[in-house]
């Protein structure tokens, strides 16, 4: 199934207009195939087809659909480790200490797919410090993705996709086997509220931020869309939080605000401290 010049040229237009996902030259193959998986389930017969579908109708649905099918979900348990060890080890227990007398914490998780990275978060809270059980703990978790926000949401989670990452003492404490899923438990998902929000537009009202998880997709922007989004980032966290890309991804050369703390392996960055 092939993708003619002007065809890409309006997707490409299409996708970085509605979710600022920047699809470069080159980049054919994974539209092609991208689509060719829509117009399947669809039963539209060619791709022109589509496309023609999508220039004669303002049917947001199907380009709803065309932009859910342009994202990478791809997620995991744990993933890059040295992050979350981080977190366990040094961030939470210095910002647990310095919100012990308001026993508020609030976090944000951008972009969080299927839900692996928020519920991985959760589980290092729980099984780490219990003592927050009494706390506020505001949890956003959010996605451009309705398909990948209902699998987050579920919390049904395959074999295959607990065997990447997820150790099992935390498999066995934290989820319930059904059929061949696991299921994960009710303590740790009513921790978390997943809602739509597109990075693209407008955000999310949300209390300032302790922690903020954007990882791995600031990777599909331009540097004039991560510019805009750490800009905005850096106005709703607190002074003495911390933001968490991912490992490829840095605020270098995007914004001057944030300075890098490099920890062991891991790294996070957070705004000068006067102390
Ligand atoms: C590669 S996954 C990263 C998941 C997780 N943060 C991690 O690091 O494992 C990228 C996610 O970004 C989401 N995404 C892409 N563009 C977005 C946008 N404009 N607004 C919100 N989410 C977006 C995709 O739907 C996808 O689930």
Redesign the pocket.
């Known amino acids: 199934m092939t993708i003619t010049a002007t065809d890409f040229d309006f997707i490409r237009q299409m996708v970085k207009n509605s979710?600022?996902?920047a699809l470069d030259d080159g980049k054919e193959y994974l539209v092609e195939m991208r689509l060719s998986t829509l117009i399947r389930k669809l039963e539209i017969p060619s791709i022109a087809d589509l496309v023609s579908n999508l220039r004669s109708s303002s049917a947001s649905s199907l380009h709803q659909m065309v932009v859910?099918a342009m994202?990478?979900?791809?997620?995991?348990f744990f993933?890059d480790a040295h992050p979350f060890e981080v977190l366990e080890k040094t961030i939470l227990p210095e910002i647990l200490a310095k919100r012990r007398s308001e026993r508020k914490l609030s976090i944000w998780?951008?972009?969080?797919?299927t839900g692996?990275?928020p519920y991985t978060i959760a589980m290092i809270l729980c099984e780490a410090f219990p003592e927050i059980r009494n706390w506020k703990i505001e949890f956003l978790a959010?996605?451009?993705?309705e398909g990948?926000l209902a699998h987050a949401r579920k919390g049904c989670f395959s074999q295959l996709e607990v065997n990447r990452g997820l150790p099992a003492p935390l498999l066995v404490k934290y989820f319930d086997r059904v059929g061949t899923d696991w299921v994960i438990k009710e303590e740790l998902r009513r921790m978390i509220k997943f809602q739509y929000?597109?990075?693209?537009q407008q955000w999310l009202p949300m209390p300032k931020l302790d922690l903020v998880?954007i990882?791995?997709?600031l990777i599909?922007f331009t540097v004039e869309t991560k510019k805009k989004i750490l800009k905005q980032i850096e106005g709703m966290m607190r002074p003495d939080g911390y933001l968490f890309l991912?490992t490829s991804e840095s605020t270098l050369h995007l914004d001057s605000s944030f300075e890098r703390v490099a920890l062991g392996r891991a790294a996070c960055y957070r705004f000068p401290q006067s102390t």
Do not use: H, K, P
């Not at 998780?109 to 797919?113: F, I």
């Not at 959010?142 to 993705?145: L, N, Q």
């Not at 929000?197 to 693209?200: E, I, K, R, S």
């Open positions: 979710s600022a996902i859910e994202t990478t979900n791809e997620t995991s993933r998780c951008a972009a969080s797919s692996q990275e959010t996605d451009i993705s990948v929000m597109n990075l693209n998880f990882r791995n997709v599909y991912g």
